[in-house]
Structures are given as structure tokens and as C-alpha cells.
Nanobody, 114 residues
Framework: QVQLVESGGGLMQAGGSLRLSCAAS????????MRWYRQAPGKQRELVAS???????NYADSVKGRFTISRDNAKNTVYLQMNSLKPEDTAVYYC????????WGQGTQVTVSS
């Protein structure tokens, strides 16, 4: 099994920055892809960014150029650097680990005020 714990959410004004962290533990060598998702109130959960074990990344069009996903293998942690935040980025952000297992974190709230 893989356990994921997110942190770094909070309240930020529009235009500001936040960095989310997702720390993985357990059978981390089984992980192929790490992803960040978000879910706003009344909306479906959407994929925000992905990073493979080789370091390839992908982003949703809505966050391209503003968000950056990265990983620190020594710390078993994936980050989501969020710059130029907008009110529409307000959501609960979840990380997900895909491989042998499919694991989700508990989520961290990000609120962006206008």
C-alpha cells in the first residue's frame, strides 16, 4: 500500500502563490505516476497536473504557465507550485499515486480571494 499526506493549502489573495506538498510512504517503489487533482464545490474532480517516474509532466490547460509539478525522490515528496493564483483555483486539492496501487491523499483546501 501507499499512503499520501498533502499539506500547504491555505487562504491566499489573487495573484499570490502557494506550494502544496504530497508526502508518500509505504510501497513507494510501486509508484509510476503522481497526479494532483482538485475539486471545487459543486463541480467534478479534475486533473490538474501529472508527473511520471521519469520526470515527464503534463498540465491542464487552465493552469499551464502558472502551476509547476515537481518531485523530490530523496524525500518521497511531490510538489505543486501554484503562482498567479485566481479565485477559480479555489478547491480541495488531492494527490494521487498510480502504479501497482491506486492511492489518494485526504486533500488540502486552497482558497483564493479576489
Amino acid at each position: 500500500q501507499v499512503q499520501l499526506v498533502e499539506s500547504g493549502g491555505g487562504l491566499m489573495q489573487a495573484g499570490g502563490s502557494l506550494r502544496l506538498s504530497c508526502a508518500a510512504s509505504g510501497n513507494i517503489f510501486s509508484i509510476n505516476i503522481m497526479r494532483w487533482y482538485r475539486q471545487a464545490p459543486g463541480k467534478q474532480r479534475e486533473l490538474v497536473a501529472s508527473i511520471t517516474s521519469e520526470g515527464s509532466t503534463n498540465y491542464a490547460d487552465s493552469v499551464k504557465g502558472r502551476f509547476t509539478i515537481s518531485r523530490d525522490n530523496a524525500k518521497n515528496t511531490v510538489y505543486l507550485q501554484m503562482n498567479s493564483l485566481k479565485p477559480e483555483d479555489t478547491a480541495v486539492y488531492y494527490c494521487r499515486a498510480l502504479g501497482i496501487y491506486d492511492s489518494w491523499g485526504q486533500g488540502t483546501q486552497v482558497t483564493v480571494s479576489s
